[in-house]
């Protein structure tokens, strides 16, 4: 009964006919009464999973989420189809807030947004605990988890926030972006049993990845935008001073460009913005400031101009293509180099802690690279499904180069790890292979082992880029820490013990040199 009137109001507020895959259930977990998370893809729809409990429960509904600036959008989105909503944050003056309160105490709000940080203020809890909440809908959830990629500590003040009302309001939790264990630690910090998670699939089929080797960039950059002339792109690079450099190219070059980072005033950025709203401006380089919560539904690709820091925020930006449905491309520019920068990134901005659980995710983005299976597969799976079925689009599902038996070189590497005590990274590994004299190697008296210079016809870099490819493919595990260390997986001994065969697309010669050693 509860759901048909949800439907009605699909309808009659939003205008959509049918729910999508997970809101239906979503909302009817919520509306009989049942604590929920709802983890969908970027796009998904999660909004409506709140807003329609929010009109049909009694009182009133808080949704907290760390997007300030979407706020006053969201509100008067809501407004203009005649759902009364507001927001309170740090942008309002003390009268404003002072007066929306007194309306929100007289039951004025069916919807109320506000950022986590106030939940800091008792003052505020204080009001709060006194309003009649039947939901809480926690938005962007993953922010509860120290594993997930956005960590803000008040997010862990909403667990104190929901001990605080005489009758227990129902929550809701809603992410794009949860690994198995993000999903698990945000069940366990807002009292939401598994079974209660709604995931649905994170496919968005319409997507085409693909990753780009040992090419000039800002050539591949400039042709690209060329062929694909009036089509909305995103470039985004890794740091201000790239996206200076790859705009100021492109805009060398002829083409109606924009950007967007950190670095520029409020004003330019908002201009800029507008501008690749409008259509104004078909290409934006930028930084990872850009995009939260932007909802340009006809971007057709979205480039990576570097190595995004970990899947999360790769499969975050790259998302941002082909909202409306139709066929988009994400497209990665691989370059070896472009660890150390994220590496550096990471290791200057971090804790102790925090770095080594970065620096895996760091090396799972890694993988991604130079996994020669799906990669629609690769990030499915990166987010907790099993046995994804290959995409058939991305660039290495339309791979047609033949696959060769790479079984002995396997065996080669694999044996000459257990020989070096699997203590050790992937540089010193390959010169041993290669029968460097280096000075390390001579110490450590690796040159007595058996496996010493059995590959010595290949470069060191050759044999690198093997051991990059056995990691991906998991025949090699990694260690975690500052200082990790490869050692032989499961799969590796079976290879080993000639019980698994390798294959591997044939290699064509890349030109840039691998400066990667301990990722
Ligand atoms: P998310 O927060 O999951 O990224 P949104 O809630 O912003 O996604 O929704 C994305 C888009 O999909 C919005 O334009 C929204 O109006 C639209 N949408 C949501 N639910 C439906 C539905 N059932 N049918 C059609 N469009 C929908
Ligand atoms: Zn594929």
Request: some cysteine; overall charge negative; proline content about 3%.
């Amino acid at each position: 009964m509860l759901l048909a009137k949800a439907k009605q109001y699909l309808q009659q507020y939003f205008g959509y006919e049918s729910f999508r895959n997970g809101q239906e259930e979503i909302i009817t977990r919520v509306l009989s009464g049942y604590n929920t998370a709802g983890i969908m893809p970027t796009g998904g729809g999660k909004s409506i999973c709140y807003q329609i409990p929010a009109l049909i429960l009694p009182g009133i509904t808080l949704v907290i989420s760390p997007l300030i600036s979407l706020m006053k959008d969201q509100v008067d989105a809501l407004e203009q189809v005649g759902i009364s909503a507001t927001y309170l944050n740090s942008s309002l003056s003390m009268k404003e807030t002072r007066e929306r309160m007194h309306d929100i105490q007289h039951g004025i709000y069916k919807m109320l947004y506000i950022a986590p940080e106030r939940l800091e203020s008792s003052a505020f809890l204080e009001q709060l605990k006194e309003l009649p909440v039947s939901l809480v809908a926690v938005d962007e959830a993953h922010c509860i988890s120290q594993w997930g990629h956005d960590f803000r500590p008040s997010y862990l003040r909403i667990r104190h926030l929901l001990t605080q009302f005489s009758k227990q309001p129902t929550v809701l939790a809603l992410t794009a972006t949860a690994t198995p264990q993000v999903c698990e630690d945000i069940c366990e910090a807002l009292g939401i049993i598994p079974e209660s998670a709604v995931v649905t699939g994170f496919a968005r089929t319409n997507l085409s990845f693909k990753i780009v080797k040992g090419q000039n960039r800002l050539a591949y950059v400039k042709q690209y935008i060329e062929t694909n002339k009036n089509e909305a792109s995103i470039i985004y690079a890794a740091t201000r001073k790239e996206v200076d450099h790859v705009y100021e190219f492109l805009q060398k070059q002829g083409i109606c460009v924009g950007r967007y980072h950190a670095g520029m005033s409020d004003d330019e950025r908002g201009r800029q913005q507008d501008l690749f709203l409008q259509d104004d401006i078909t290409v934006m380089v930028a930084t990872n400031a850009f995009g939260m919560g932007i909802d340009k539904s006809n971007v057709r690709s979205v480039l990576h101009y570097q190595l995004p820091k970990n899947m999360e925020s790769y499969y975050q930006e790259a998302g941002r293509a082909g909202r409306d449905g139709l066929d988009s491309e994400c497209i990665l520019l691989f370059s070896p180099q472009d660890i150390q920068v994220q590496r550096y990134l990471i290791e200057q901005s971090h804790y102790e802690e925090r770095k080594n659980q970065e620096l895996h995710k760091l090396r799972q983005m890694k993988d991604y690279c130079y996994t020669e299976g799906c990669l629609q597969g690769f990030i499915l799976q990166y987010f907790g499904e099993n046995d994804p079925k290959p995409c058939g689009r991305c660039s290495n599902c339309v791979d047609e180069r033949t696959s060769v038996d790479v079984t002995r070189d396997a065996q080669m590497v694999l044996s000459c790890m257990i020989r070096m005590g699997e203590r050790f990274g992937k540089t010193i590994i390959s010169q041993v292979l290669t029968g460097s004299s280096n000075k390390k190697v001579l110490e450590l008296g690796f040159d007595k082992l058996t496996t010493y210079g059995i590959m010595k016809d290949r470069a060191a870099k050759d044999v690198a880029d093997l051991i990059d490819f056995l990691t991906s493919e998991q025949y090699i595990g990694v260690t975690s820490g500052q200082y990790p260390v490869l050692f032989v997986s499961n799969e590796g001994k079976e290879v080993l013990l000639g019980k698994k065969q390798v294959l591997r697309k044939e290699q064509m010669q890349i030109v840039q040199a691998s400066t990667d050693d301990t990722l």
